[in-house]
Structure formats: C-alpha cells, structure tokens
C-alpha cells in the first residue's frame, strides 16, 4: 500500500505543472547505430582537396570526410532546424565556402522537407540560413566556378502543394538576396542545374511539374521542360527542337566541360523518354537511348553526369543501376558500386577516376573511375520505420531500414561500444514492422512490400513465408486488389494475448498458428474510395490501415487507423468495430500511431499527420472513454512541426512522448503542455519512440536508433521543491564482465555507444553548495566509498559512481602495472544508500545493484569474491606502502651505503622500477610481487567466485611477501639481513 500512495502522489504531481528544463541538462541521448549508411541524395567533392567529400543525408544533415570516405563526421548539427539535404556544392574558387539546399527531390514516399538554403565559409563548421525557407525541396545548388559570390538553386517547392517559393533562384551577394530568375507557375518547380565550366554566364535549367500526394505521386506536366540563359540567368529560353512533344516529368541535365557544345539529357516524358544528346548547345536534340533499364522511375532517378575530360562518356542512374555510356549515351555499362539507387555524383574535374556517389546506403568514393570504392558501413544515418524491443538480457532494439535490411541490435554489450558484429538482419525486409515473440525471441515476424511477411527463426536460420494473401499486385492499382496493404503495413502481437498476430490490410488479420493460417475479423475499416487507389505501386497504396493498438490491460480491446482519416475500436475482440475517429479531425488525415495506454483500456492516444497534404500542423489526440471523445492535445508543439508517434511511459501516467519531425518532446501533464526532449538528440525526423526498462529508445528517419536511459529522473522531476534534491539512482545490472572496457560508452569510431556501467547519481542545488559530501553506504550503513570530487554547482550536478570500493594504495608517480590495476573490487549485487551532505541539507535515497541474470553465481560467491578482492587490494596496499617506505629511507642515505645496498635488493624483490608499461620490457625486466599481488584482480574481476588455484597463488604471494617483510624488518632493526 506505502508504495501505491507514492505513485499516485507522483500521477498527482505530473498534472500540476511543467518542469524546469534545465533541470533535464545532466541527461543525455545515445547513439547505437547501426553504423549502416541511409539514403544521401546529394555529394560533392573539392579539386584541391582530394581527401575531402561532403554528403547530404535525407533526414541526417551534412557529413564530411577528411579521409576520402574511412570515416564521416556530421558538421550540421546545433546549425540546421531540419535535416533533409536535397544538394550540396563547393566553391571551385574557395573551398571553405559550402551551400546546402534542403528537402530531398528524390519525392519517394517518405521525403522529409527542407528549410531553404544554408551557408558555410568556413568549410562546414559554422553554418548560417541564407533564406528560401519556402522552397522546401531543393534539387541542385551549384555556384559559379569563377565568383563563390554567385548561387543558384533548383527549387522544387512544396512536393505536397502548390507554392510560389519554386524555380530557379539567383544570388550575386552571398545568399544575402535571392532573385526568382526562372519561374513558370506554382504547381512548376526546378529540379536540376549545370554550368557551363567555360562560361559561367550559360546554363541549363529543367523545370519540372509534379505532385506527391498520400496516394500516389503526379510526375508528368506541360510545365516542365529544359531551358538555357547565355546572361547568367537574367534571359532564359526554353529548348524543345527534338525533345518530346508532349508532358515531360523529371529532367537530369549536364553540359560537357570536355565539350561546351554537348549537353546531355536524361527526360522522362509520357511519350519518348530517354537519354538524349545535343552537339549544338541545346540547339537541337537527339534520342541516344530509350530503353527503359536507364530510364526507370525517373521521379526518383531522374539525373545524368558528363565526364569532364571525355566528351562521350556520361553517367546515369534508374531503378536497374549505375550506368557508364561511352559512346554519348548511346550504349552502357553497370558500374558496380556499393548498394544501389543511386542519386548524384560529383567527379573532380581535373582527374575523372575520382567520384564520389550518393545512393540508397549512404556516400561512397573512388579513386580507380568505381573500380573499388569505399566503404558505407561507417555512416549512421540509417532510416528506420519503428522501433520495438525484446525481453531478452540486455535487451534489444529492433526495426526495419529503409532500403536495406531489418535490424535487431542490442541496447548494450559488454564490450567497448556496440559494432557491427552485435547486430543482424531479421525477419522481413525494408519497410515492414516487427513483433517479436515475447517467449522466444529467436523468432520475429516481419513485413514487406507487397504484402510480404515471414516468420525468422534465428536459432535454425531458417525463414518462412507466411504472407497474409500471397497475390503479388505486379503493379496493379489498390482498386484491383483484393486487400490493400501499405509500404508499411502493422503487424503486432497482442501483450495479452502472446500467441496470436495481428496485420492490417484494409482489413484486420489475425492468425493463432504463427502465420500458417489466417482469419479476417473486421469488416473494412477505411473510407474505401476508389478515387485515391491509384497506387501501382505499394508504398502509394491507400485507404488502409496505418495502425493497431491492441490494449494492455483488456484482451478484448483493439484500437485501429487507417491512412484516410479513420479511427476504429473493437471491445469484443474483434465481433464488431466502432467508428470513433474524432468529429473534428480533417478528412483523409493519417493515423500514423495509436498508443493504447498501459493503464486503462478506455484510453488511448493518436498522432496523425497531414503533411502528404501539404498540412503541417501537428495532431495528438487522447481519449478517456473507448473513443465517445476526443481532445486534441497539442500546446508547445510549433505549428509547423508534424507529429510521428506519441507514447505514454507504462511506469508513470500521464508522462507522454511525442515523436516529430525535428525531435521529441515531453509532457509531464497528460498532453496538457508539451516541451523539448531534445537534448543532444540531432535534428531529425523521429518516426517512432517506445519505452524498455526505464529507457525511452527513437527510431529517426536519417540518424539510426538513438537510446535515452534512464527516464526515472523525469518521473521524479515534477513537484520538486526545497533548496537541495537527491534523486533516486536508478536500480544497476551488475557488469558480468569489469567494466567491459566501455567507460560508459565513450568508445570512438563506427560504434554505437554503451550506457554507463556506473551508479549515475543525480541531485539538485537551488544555489552553489560551499561543502558537499557524498557518501554510498550499504544498506546496514557500512561505508563503501566516500566520495571528494562530485560536482557541486547550482542546479543539476551528475556523478558516475563505478561500483567500485576505494582503490589500492600506489608507489608515488609510478602507474605501470601489467595484467592488473590498483582499483578497488566491485560491490556485490543487493541494496545501497547514497547520502548527500551539504551545507543545503542531508539527504538519501536507496537503490540496488541487481544480478547478471545470465550468471548462476550466488550471493554466496559474490561475497567471496567481494572478500579475496578486498584482501587483494590490502596486500597491494601494504607492499606498495612498503616500496615507498624503503624508497623514502633509501634517498636519506648515501651511495655506497651498506644498507642502501641492501635495501635495495629487497625493492627489487618488490617491485621493478624499469618497468614502464611495454609488454616487451617483461622479457628483460620480469615483474615482481607488487604486480604479481595486482594481477590477481585482473584474474578473478569478472561475475565469479575466486578459483580455489586463484586462492593457492595468493596465499603463496604472501607467504613470499612475509618472508621478505621479515627480512626487512630484521634489516632495519640490526642494519643487516644476515
């Protein structure tokens, strides 16, 4: 009963009031990975520099390499307000000045949308917004070769709806001012750019008329079309002589630095696309080649590159692969490049074996023309959909990647960091969601496009398909298909009911045998409008269901919504379904997340979206009563800002968070306020938040999984008061392991990061404490350590305790020790105290370290364990105290002393000083007791008790300690050890 009352005196707390964000500044986000690279849509290079490329990531801002691709470094974060990068350019004349045009216009399903164009002059180290905020998708920046001072961008525009802020804009001043230099009309937008090397003043632009939309995309108008000015863009004409004659879509543009006079084209039109080629300047074109493997999906393709030293070799991309035509576009080859949709290249103008590419998996860099290239594993800017967890130890983290593989990786290791030996593909495949079987999770269920579904076995490597109805749509529209599955259709498995799976097609699915058979139990739950089932393809499939929310505290409970605006809900598991999507949400709205809260099965949460209808606004609704009513609950949230997903904390109601598209926030009143959660998290798309064992884990759409431990300090955070706070730590596994070389995650390099292995303590001073101690104690009040250095400022202050008990006593301004350490054992799993003292007042809290649950030892063994360390360490203290009194009495004596020469030998017995940390050095200096002492500790510091040898050895060591302490203590009582 005491412990109910505190939960609700919490739940009490949280409707009171917001908290204090500084109060938050001790928290921080980690990034896990994976470290596989997501889609990049824009590359460039420096001629000067042949090290150093830049990549814009859809979703995960700017990256440079200084190192031609071994590693990358985001330099965009704490500038950019969003993440999606649609191109990326140097300046020829000083490679410190870098342009990035935001928003992607690659227009697949899932785009992010940019906020204009930004600035660095300093090589990407500080960045600055120049403006055209409004163009929101950005195909190509370039910069006039010869004046950094002079800009352009093919603006795309709003990809949802028609705006003005679209077509070709001109900059003389640095990005200072914009001029609109091309423009056709607000539904026409400019995709691609290229500068005549030989003279800036000539350029070709394309402009292209499209229109994405929640149920399929529009990619062909009578506004686009190729165009040139020979003034720097104040005239513009518009080239037609033997291109096609009617809609055109997408166009990729590139004139030949070899060859002013050849421009290459690649077009897609509704009658005659292809690869063209003029000779005279855009004069007049020629088809080259119109067979559909280099002109596929031209929306999301749609680009071509010239060779700057070879006039008939040019690059381009399509659905089939990276093609190389030398003979002008004529005939082509198939680089192989590492993964595959490819976007943009950029090829040093001086030396075409150097490239550098942007695809589906990141950026990539030759030196050999694609004969080679490196490596995509060293960028975590993956796109993931979901993220679901399991209830293994630790546990792990689960989601499909777009464009690549599904991922299970773990939340920690035992290791330094979390690389790419710790993670795997699953079931399923790019786009699909996950369930874990909550029993065995060895086995997932996962989804795919066209309704694909397989059921993964880890334990037998073996994978079966058990697709729901297994009729491939073969590009046939949703209104031909008997079900209609989403690019990301749900599949769940109930909390209560672990032998059962549920899909969502437009119909609800469940299946009680894994897979092997499947039974409809709704009717259709969307609008069901034949009008918006164009999609031929999955991922534009419509009218269906976006999400199931099975409750966790009635059985009998499903929550559902659909793509096109419908919220439904079944009390009877499934023998009939109400209609309760709120009166005030707007028609054809997505349901991209319903939550069912872990408290009470009435109550559920919904963040939708309207962005694919050009809406930014966020939606978050809650409901108390199975859906009658619903309160939109969405203040602090910019206006601008779409929701992705919202979650309520299953160990604090009423704590909610909420996933969007620039970050999370955080509501410590039941949506009544919301508030940055953002931390150090990156600005970037979060699609999807889910709670494990007190850590709130982000899938992002750009930046991989990012992990927040320990949410215990929010839950404890409303309601504080007074001039000081102790927190309660949050309850530790034990490491099985030491420490696991992972020092709380500060591993470098292509590596995910680890959680502290320390006790984090938290407290809080309204004002700068003048004394501060900090002591942990154990639960009958024993000291384990007290502590000197803890933080003592106003505000938040943070202390990693390691575990461990105070350490050995050294030899003064000597550390070299092999196959051991002075440090203290670690404390044994059971319950604490700390106690925080300061002028400000006392206080304590207690918490526990817990058990490897992968370990049988006993409380038994770790006491004994706990007793040979500290027995260890004593030893070491003692021998150490010894070296330093025999060298203390050593130096008060003269060279040629008697004594001194026979002091000395017993140090050496003790100790070898002309050891200094190399392995080699034991071979000619071997080590002696005082590091033979030391060395037990890196023998038994793992989760066991001692060896009965470990044992032996030790009470060898010091039946050789005493005889030589004998001899010293003779030595110094009659001047001689004889």
């Known amino acids: 009963m005491k412990r109910i009352a505190v939960c609700l005196t919490i739940a009490s707390a949280l409707a009171a009031q917001p908290v ?128 950094a001072n002079i800009v352009y961008v093919a603006a795309v525009g709003h990809p949802y709806g028609a705006n003005e802020e679209r077509g070709v804009f001109r900059s003389k001043d640095g990005g200072r001012t914009w001029q609109k230099v091309l423009y056709k009309d607000d539904k026409t937008g400019a995709v691609d750019l290229s500068i005549d090397p030989n003279d800036s003043k000539i350029l070709y632009a394309t402009l292209w008329q499209t229109l994405r939309t929640p149920w399929g995309i529009y990619t062909t108008g009578p506004g686009s079309g190729i165009y040139k000015t020979t003034d720097g863009g104040d005239h513009w004409s518009e080239l037609t002589n033997g291109l096609p004659k009617g809609d055109k879509g997408k166009i990729g543009i590139a004139v030949s630095a070899a060859d002013p006079n050849r421009v290459y084209a690649t077009v897609e039109a509704a009658d005659g696309g292809g690869v063209y080629l003029s000779n005279d300047a855009g004069a007049s074109w020629q088809l080259q080649n119109d067979d559909f493997s280099v002109r596929g999906r031209q929306y999301y393709y749609g680009h071509i590159f010239a060779d700057p030293q070879e006039v008939n070799t040019v690059y381009t991309f399509s659905s089939k692969g990276f093609f190389k035509s030398t003979d002008g576009g004529k005939t082509y080859t198939t680089l192989r490049a590492p993964h595959g949709d490819y976007h943009d290249l950029w090829i040093d103008p001086k030396n075409h074996l150097r490239m550098v590419n942007a695809n589906d998996g990141g950026a990539t860099v030759t030196f050999n023309g694609g004969q080679t290239w490196s490596t995509l594993d060293n960028q975590p800017t993956a796109q993931f959909y979901e993220a679901i967890t399991d ?204 939550e069912a809260s872990p408290f009470d099965a009435g109550t559920a949460y919904v963040a939708a979206n309207r962005y694919q209808l050009n809406d930014d606004k966020p939606y978050i609704y809650k409901t108390a009563d199975f859906g009658k009513t619903w309160k939109l609950l969405v203040k602090g949230i910019p206006a601008t800002v779409f929701a992705r997903t919202v979650r309520e904390d299953p160990a604090r109601k009423g704590l909610l968070y909420a996933g969007t598209e620039t970050g999370v926030y955080v509501s410590f009143n039941d949506g009544e306020n919301w508030q940055p959660l953002q931390l150090n998290l990156p600005i970037v798309p979060v699609t999807d938040l889910t709670i494990k064992n007190n850590d709130l884990i982000a899938a992002t759409q750009g930046r991989a999984f990012w992990v927040l431990d320990d949410v215990t300090l929010l839950h404890q955070m409303p309601g504080m008061s007074g001039d000081m706070h102790l927190f309660q730590p949050r309850d530790l596994y034990r490491p099985s392991g030491g420490r696991g070389g992972g020092g709380g995650g500060r591993g470098g390099g292509a590596i995910g990061q680890n959680p502290p292995f320390d006790v984090v303590i938290n407290y809080y001073f309204k004002t700068k404490p003048t004394s501060l101690k900090l002591d942990v104690l154990t639960a009958d009040g024993k000291l384990v350590k007290s502590i000197d250095d803890a933080p003592a400022e106003a505000g938040m202050n943070r202390f990693e305790w390691d575990l461990r008990y105070p350490d050995a006593r050294g030899i003064k301004g000597e550390l070299h020790l092999a196959g051991g350490s002075l440090r203290g054992p670690m404390a044994v799993p059971g319950t604490y105290r700390v106690k925080l003292t300061s002028n400000l007042g006392t206080a304590e809290q207690s918490f526990k370290i817990l058990k490897d649950p992968r370990l049988a030892t006993t409380d038994a063994d770790y006491q004994k364990q706990l007793s040979f360390l500290l027995a260890v360490r004593d030893e070491e203290s003692y021998i150490n105290d010894a070296i330093t009194a025999i060298r203390d009495n050593m130096s008060r004596m003269k060279d040629g002393d008697a004594l001194r020469k026979q002091l000395d030998e017993i140090l050496h017995e003790l100790w070898e000083p002309r050891f200094t940390g190399y392995d080699d050095q034991m071979l000619e200096f071997p080590l002696k007791l005082n590091n033979r002492v030391a060395a037990l500790q890196g023998y038994t510091s793992n989760g066991y008790a001692p060896t009965d040898q470990e044992v032996k050895v030790f009470n060898a060591l010091k039946a050789e300690l005493e005889g030589l302490m004998s001899r010293l203590k003779h030595l110094m009582s009659t001047g001689s050890t004889q």
């Open 391 to 594: 209830n293994r130890f630790p546990y792990r983290i689960y989601g499909s990647q777009q464009d690549n593989t599904t991922v299970s990786i773990p939340s920690r290791t035992d290791a330094g960091g979390i690389g790419i030996t710790d993670w795997y593909t699953v079931a399923g495949g790019e786009s699909g969601y996950l369930a874990t079987d909550p029993d065995n999770p060895d086995i997932t269920y996962g989804g795919s496009l066209f309704g694909l579904m397989t059921r993964y076995d880890r334990s037998t490597n073996q994978a079966r398909n058990i697709t729901v109805w297994p009729d491939y749509p073969g590009g046939r529209t949703a209104a031909d298909m008997k079900y209609r599955f989403q690019w990301t259709y749900p599949i769940v498995i109930p909390p209560l009911a672990p032998d059962t799976i549920l899909a969502g097609a437009n119909v609800v699915f469940r299946s009680t045998d894994q897979g092997q058979s499947w039974d409809v139990i709704s009717p259709d739950l969307t609008r069901n409008d034949k009008t918006r089932e164009n999609g031929g393809r999955l991922e534009e499939y419509y009218s269906t269901i976006f999400a199931i929310a099975p409750s966790r505290v009635d059985k009998n409970v499903i929550w559902t919504g659909s793509d096109d605006g419908l919220i439904h809900v079944t009390r009877d598991n499934g023998k009939s379904w109400q209609n309760v999507t709120p009166r005030d949400l707007p028609e054809w709205t997505r349901i991209n997340i319903i």
């Open 20 to 147: 204090d964000p500084a109060l938050m500044k001790t928290m921080r986000w980690r990034l896990i990975g994976p470290f596989r690279g997501g889609r990049v849509t824009a590359v460039a290079g420096v001629a000067t520099q042949p090290q150093v490329y830049y990549q814009g990531a859809t979703g995960g801002g700017v990256w440079r390499t200084t190192d031609a691709g071994i590693t990358w470094s985001n330099i965009s974060d704490r500038y950019f307000k969003t993440g999606s990068v649609g191109g990326i350019a140097v300046a020829d004349s000083d490679p410190n000045i870098v342009y990035a045009g935001m928003g992607e216009a690659c227009l697949r399903s899932n785009i992010s949308q940019g906020d204009g164009v930004y600035k660095s002059t300093d090589a990407g180290r500080t960045w600055t917004n120049v403006g055209l905020r409004d163009t929101r998708t950005i195909g190509k920046v370039r910069i006039d070769p010869h004046d």
